[in-house]
């Protein structure tokens, strides 16, 4: 088995919030992570190079011979030709400033280099012929996720038979529609015809839904009744859907359960979106829309015409809520009240239209239990100290709160 070691370069602080409780492998495009799909593609076993307060809980594993990625790389037929055929000592590089995409290193070479002491005996392969796919920027997540919902179907599905679709269902198209163990659904309509539908292992379809490929229902999953989810669209594990959904991803333990509109978003882990809230993904005036930039502290032009909801983990927004187009709103956030909020919301804010204060760690902390609890999961030593870590990062974008 390999051993792969998966490592967060610049563009993690592109991805964030996503990123500040998560390494960039860690971000879901398609059906997998960009972990899982090294994972599976290449018969090996992942671990990390990340930030320093994520190692507790993304720990690194380094063994005698390592294949090194870079964790925003998707695994394209070119660059995973590439990958398997990496030779001892051999890193591939791209453009001009010959970027690491992935290298074959052994122990003492890893150790070397993680401490900035570049190994002379490593040669460099250019691969600007083949360019190197990479989830670079928050909007990648959601354009590259029907094609990337389409690899990830045919990686899993390849092979197998699906489980049995009921006859309660009405099928449309000649797309292929895969069902997992322990998946139940019934009566409701699944439209093949421009994209695979997914439907992970003990997944819910409820009666009346209208799913349209590609599309993917991750393993217990829920999609509520009379839902519309358009293609290129994931429900990630353990997430709930409900309304209209279009181009979106929904990570584990998420839920958008009730009438309302989301479009070209991506929403974190642990998150809750009220019953009726819904999101603009168009301006008025068609023009590209811009997105809060974490690196350059401004917002920046995406080349998106549409583009919606940016959510990190843990963060809530109350019935009725409006979002405005490109809105970034951080981790641990709590938004609510009438009026469109300002399109960026940091971290551990709390409050809507008319202003924020700042939510208090300590009652963030009891909110994350107490939801936690009720999926049986507990809010651990190592994901408590992440939370910590972000709360302080991340004042710098609280201006409401008093200089130190």
């Known amino acids: 088995m390999r051993n792969l070691i998966l490592f967060d370069s610049d563009i993690r602080d592109r991805l964030l919030p996503l990123t500040y409780t998560r390494p960039v492998c860690e971000l879901r495009v398609g059906i997998l992570s960009i972990r899982e799909k090294w994972e599976k593609h290449l018969g090996g076993k992942a671990s990390y190079i990340t930030q320093d307060y994520l190692n507790e809980k993304y720990p690194i594993n380094i063994s005698s011979d390592n294949y090194v990625i870079n964790g925003s790389l998707l695994p394209t037929d070119d660059i995973l030709r590439l990958v398997k055929d990496l030779k001892p000592s051999v890193a591939l590089l791209h453009g001009e400033s010959e970027d690491l995409i992935a290298a074959r290193l052994t122990q003492d070479q890893f150790t070397r280099l993680i401490e900035n002491n570049d190994p002379d005996d490593i040669s460099g392969l250019k691969i600007d012929k083949f360019p190197p796919r990479l989830v670079d920027s928050l909007t990648k997540i959601f354009t590259y996720n029907g094609s990337e919902i389409e690899s990830d179907f045919n990686l899993l599905t390849r092979g197998r038979t699906s489980a049995p679709l009921s006859a309660t269902n009405t099928l449309i198209g000649d797309g292929p529609v895969f069902l997992e163990e322990g998946a139940w659904v019934e009566g409701a309509t699944l439209n093949a015809q421009n994209g695979p539908i997914y439907i992970g292992k003990n997944a819910t379809v409820m009666e009346g839904s209208m799913l349209r490929g590609p599309i993917a229902v991750c393993d217990n999953a829920t999609i509520k009744m009379g839902a519309k989810i358009y293609g290129e669209t994931t429900i990630g594990p353990w997430s709930k859907a409900g309304g209209e959904i279009g181009n979106s991803v929904l990570y584990a333990y998420s839920n958008k ?31 590209e829309v811009r997105l809060w930039d974490y690196p350059s502290q401004r917002f920046q ?95 710098v974008h609280r201006r409401w709160e008093p200089k130190k």
């Open 301 to 395: 032009p995406t080349g998106e015409q549409f583009c919606g909801l940016i959510m990190g983990d843990h963060s809530k927004c109350g019935i009725n809520t409006m979002f405005n187009t490109g809105t970034v709103v951080g981790v641990s956030a709590n938004i609510f009240g009438d009026g469109y909020p300002r399109n960026f919301i940091p971290s551990f804010a709390w409050g809507g239209a008319s202003g924020f204060s700042t939510y208090d760690l300590e009652k963030a902390y009891d909110t994350a239990e107490k939801v936690m609890a009720r999926r049986s999961q507990n809010l651990s030593h190592a994901e408590r100290l992440i939370l910590m870590r972000v709360f302080e990062d991340s004042a």
């Open 257 to 287: 359960g009730h009438d309302g509109y989301l479009g070209n978003s991506v929403i974190g882990e642990w998150c809750n979106i009220g019953a009726d809230t819904n999101v603009s993904n168009l301006k008025n005036n068609y023009t």
